[in-house]
């Protein structure tokens, strides 16, 4: 079967002040299945978040072939009706919750997409119910956007877009500016469109422990793709991620300096409770036993 | 900073908050119209009866009700002096030294204050204080929907005006927090003269329009992601239904306005 998304031989470069073009992804090709989890890192500049506004043709690319379900979208013949439903399919979730709202009441907000596509009135309301509902966000459907916390004018925001019915949805770093509690919230609703509703995820971060959820990381530097493998492979290679100013999660690099010290510890240890049992095993093997936790 | 009210809302659930937007703006414009019509004292009288009819229909307290009033006092009381010493007619009431007061002027200037004061009352019952602002935006965009035909871009001033509702609280809020941080460095803008005082809150415009700016473009961006291509084609989620009431209160206006000009025909007592 073909993959879902397609990217060949990506170029695309701005235009800088005095007439420069700064090149921004250079001969990018990557694929993605249908209904994968992947991560996108980088360090600022990489071109990750250009990457993601080529994927719905915010931006056009200066050459190269992206391909969506089959449909070359990079075809200059692309009528616009094709347009809005690449821009369906490809829901997109940006890093400021408060400039992607749009309307002043929460269900407004999340009707406002499948209002632009013409959807009838019946069909948007169950579409806008399901899609609070899915964000736990129904209690609060009649409240103004400016009340919510950051954390849940995302989850909002993500309401909106799952209202459209996208087969993806691209992240673009929204977790960066939440609290803990609303980046949590955040993620596990990621997993769950993800586990439950087969919605491929593609997310752009440089949260390391984020990255670790996914099913494959695309490591992105300076426009080229640096590394692809799954989050194991990745990570287990915090020298090549250091050379372009990345780390590996905190856990995963304690592990690391262990086995660098020469203390056997197995396994890949990407969050932090398999970086505990790993310790646990590594000590019980070396003839180190624990007293139970007091409770 | 939780407290922004924007236009006077009340909260509430009368006749007059359950109306069709539509209507409230028709039934507004009607009233305006039917307190011109107003001739005669009992015609006035009646105009004034139901005023307080409304401001009862709408159970919002009339203390609230007269606050509202309080920005047009000045308007009200230059209207009064103007017309009082002004207005020459033929009953004199007082004739000292260069002061010529007559019935005339003192019965016009008391119905402008009477329409005034219906004016902003009616307008109040029927919109701002009974319609939240989305509610309205949608009932100006839905009313005006057929001047599409003339190019009008209605859809465009609904969308402006419901962006603009949704921005103004975070823009104050932000304003608030560059005026902090300004401060903080030791800015000043509370001592010193009207210009120096002006001078202080350029460099509070300065990051506040360059961050608009940045939340413009990026708020197109989001809403060019969500499909948005313009009124065209575009479906609501809420349809606005006429109720009995709306056609039923639409109706009464209508003979509101003929009960006027009857009694101003019928019962002419002090015709102006």
């Known amino acids: 079967m073909e993959p879902f998304i397609q990217v060949e031989q990506l170029n695309y470069a701005y235009d800088e002040d005095g007439g420069q073009r700064r090149r921004v992804l250079r001969d990018l090709s990557f694929s993605v299945e249908r209904g994968e989890y992947v991560a996108i890192l980088g360090h600022n500049g990489s071109g990750k978040s250009t990457l993601a506004k080529l994927l719905n043709l915010i931006l056009t690319p200066d050459s190269g072939k992206i391909i969506i379900a089959g449909r070359e979208i990079t075809d200059p013949n692309l009528t616009e009706d094709e347009l809005y439903e690449v821009r369906r399919r490809m829901g997109m979730v ?164 262990l086995r660098d010290a020469g203390i056997a510890v197995e396994g890949d240890c990407l969050t932090p409770a398999q970086c505990a049992d790993a310790i646990c095993a590594a000590c019980a093997a070396s003839g180190i036993t624990f007293a139970p936790p007091r409770t | 900073m939780t407290s922004i009210t924007l236009g006077q809302y009340f909260p509430g659930n009368s006749l007059l908050h359950r109306l069709d937007p539509r209507f409230k703006i028709v039934l507004a414009v009607l009233y305006i119209t039917a307190s011109f019509l107003c001739k005669s004292i009992w015609s006035f009288a009646a105009l004034a009866l139901s005023a307080v009819v409304l401001i009862l229909i709408s159970r919002i307290p009339p203390s609230f009700v007269l606050r509202g009033l309080r920005p047009i006092l000045f308007i009200m009381l230059f209207t009064v002096v103007l017309n009082v010493f002004l207005t020459r007619g033929e009953t004199l009431l007082i004739d000292f030294w260069i002061i010529h007061i007559y019935l005339e002027g003192v019965l016009t200037a008391l119905s402008m204050v009477l329409r005034i004061t219906v004016i902003i009352i009616g307008t109040g019952m029927f919109l701002t204080y009974t319609t939240t602002p989305i509610a309205l935006t949608d009932g100006i965009e839905r009313l005006f929907s057929p001047l599409k035909v003339f190019h009008l871009p209605v859809h465009e001033f609904a969308m402006m005006m419901t962006i603009a509702l949704r921005f103004i609280p975070i823009l104050i809020e932000e304003t608030e927090k560059i005026m902090a941080a300004q401060k903080a460095r030791g800015a000043d803008f509370s001592t010193g003269s009207l210009m120096q005082r002006a001078k202080a809150l350029i460099p509070i415009l300065v990051p506040l329009f360059v961050s608009a700016f940045r939340r413009a473009d990026e708020l197109a961006v989001a809403m060019e992601c969500r499909c948005y291509r313009g009124g065209e084609g575009r479906t609501r989620m809420t349809v606005l239904h006429a109720t009995a009431a709306d056609w039923v209160m639409l109706a009464a206006m209508i003979l509101f306005g003929a009960v006027l000009l009857l009694i101003n025909r019928f019962a002419p007592g002090f015709a102006l």
């Open chain 1, 94 to 257: 940006f890093q400021n919750p408060d400039n992607q709202l749009v309307a002043t009441i929460v269900e407004e907000d999340v009707a406002f997409g499948p209002e632009n596509l013409g959807v009838p009135s019946e069909e948007i309301r169950r579409r806008v119910d399901e899609a609070l509902a899915l964000v736990g966000m129904t209690k609060y459907a009649h409240h103004e956007p400016h009340r919510l916390s950051g954390g849940q004018k995302q989850r909002v925001a993500i309401a909106g877009i799952i209202a459209m019915l996208p087969d993806c949805i691209i992240f673009d770093e929204s977790t960066a500016m939440l609290d803990p509690m609303g980046r949590r919230d955040v993620l596990r609703i990621m997993d769950n469109l993800n586990r439950e509703r087969g919605i491929t995820v593609l997310t752009i971060t440089h949260y390391m422990n984020e990255a670790a959820r996914a099913d494959r990381v695309l490591v992105l530097n300076d426009g080229e793709l640096y590394m692809q493998g799954t989050p194991a492979e990745i990570f287990s290679h915090p020298d090549r991620l250091a050379a372009i100013g990345l780390d590996v999660p905190q856990c995963t690099d304690l592990v690391h300096q």
